[in-house]
């Protein structure tokens, strides 16, 4: 029941979002994220987005993981 | 975006495990115990304990929700689910637990009878009863804090549109009194904890700066992709044998310090705390969701007049044991023969993020 996966917001309208994934397409609710916009990644669970992911903060953890690799 | 890779084809993983290789100590183990059922699953599909040295030690932790779940919560469903026009809405996961009775499951009661459906998220089970106001749809609230917003979500919405024949019957648990709790028993024996990165999207991953401030454990917020396990096992590593506790978020990617202050105040809203009982780890005050008196209409424990009936375990199962780490799944008698995830005998099996089941399909 825990399985989050990340998906794109398509097209929203009110609390629903229209999400694609793999080429799967969901609705999704998105009560409690903060100025969602088509486009945005959102990680969603059992329904809900639970928290936006952009690719620069993605960008930046992949060299946080290769900085650990490297200073450790 | 980080990619899957398998450890069992070490790619440029080989660089990070050579690293954890040489912070790993010599004579001894470290333990680690990571609390979400998600790194469960994700540790055993990706290889990762075959190609650690062998004085890392992973264990799993109450990460499970179905799991720690007590048995007497089942059987009071259970019972819930023979009266005759009450619908019971679930996470797939929950159906094939058993109550204390062996077999005894939603899955069998549907068999019977029973009306009991599968659903993705709260909303679908608010759905159902919008179109079927013959019934009384009861909707079963598993979960950590990842879960809760959407629950106080959909509850929120039965309460606005007046939906009368819907309730939730909240089980919701919190992660922070739980984790007090065992690392306060007595047989507690985990050097480091790999955090929950959903639940740290919620609750912020300073929610965790406790653990090595009160505690000295070092602490990792972390992904779930291979890539973050293997620098998660390396930050902890190389924390617990230099003795120098902190909190690390290594998910930045989705985790803010503060976490998402809109579903925090959803939560507030909708919830207040109250004691919980766990399987394993018994009766922890302030540990569980309650729904606020101002939607009581929409609790079920109310509606119904629910009470949990006291402690009870399924004879022969080590589950108990095994959410606190004091075992593994392999160290259980039944385990593999008895209990197999075609013929559970404990939760631990069943769910398809629970320690046994991992272990049966990934590790033997
Ligand atoms: S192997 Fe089966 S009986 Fe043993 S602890 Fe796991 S779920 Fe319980």
Known sequence: MCLAMPMKIKTIDGKTASCDAGGLTQSVRIDFIEDALPGDYVMVHAGFAIEKMSEKEAKENLELLEEIQNAL | MLCEQDFKNPGNAAGT????????????????????????????????????????????????????????????????????????????????????????????????????????????????AREHPELEV????????????????????????????????????KTFPALRALIESPDFAVDGFLCPGHVAAITGSDAFAFLPEEYGLPAVVGGFEAADLLGCVLELTRMITRKSPALVNEYTRLVRPQGNPAAKELIGQVFCSAPSDWRGLGHIEESGFRIREEYRQ?????????????????PGCSCAQIIRGVLSPGECPLFGSTCTPENPVGPCMVSGEGACAAAYQYDR
């Open chain 2, 138 to 173: 009861v909707f079963l609230g598993v979960g950590f804090e990842t879960t809760a917003p959407g629950t106080a979500v959909c509850i929120r919405e039965a309460a606005s549109l007046g939906v009368t024949n819907f309730s939730v019957l909240c089980l919701l648990k």
């Open chain 2, 298 to 314: 929409w609790d079920a424990w109310e509606k119904f007049h629910l009470t949990l009936p006291g402690s009870r375990e399924i």
């Open chain 2, 17 to 128: 495990l050579e690293k954890i290789r040489q912070y790993a100590p010599s004579s001894g183990e470290i333990r680690i115990m990571e609390i979400c059922g998600t790194h469960t699953m994700a540790i055993a599909r990706s290889g990762l304990k075959t190609v650690l040295p062998p004085s890392i030690r992973l264990l799993s932790g109450p990460g499970c929700p179905v799991c720690v779940t007590p048995a007497g919560a089942m059987d009071m469903i259970l019972s819930l689910s023979e009266k005759p026009d009450v619908l019971i809405a679930s996470y797939g996961d929950l159906l094939r637990v058993p109550g204390s009775r062996r077999g005894d499951s939603l899955m069998n009661r549907r068999g019977a009878g029973a009306k009991v459906l599968s659903v993705y998220s709260p909303m679908e089970a608010l759905q159902t």
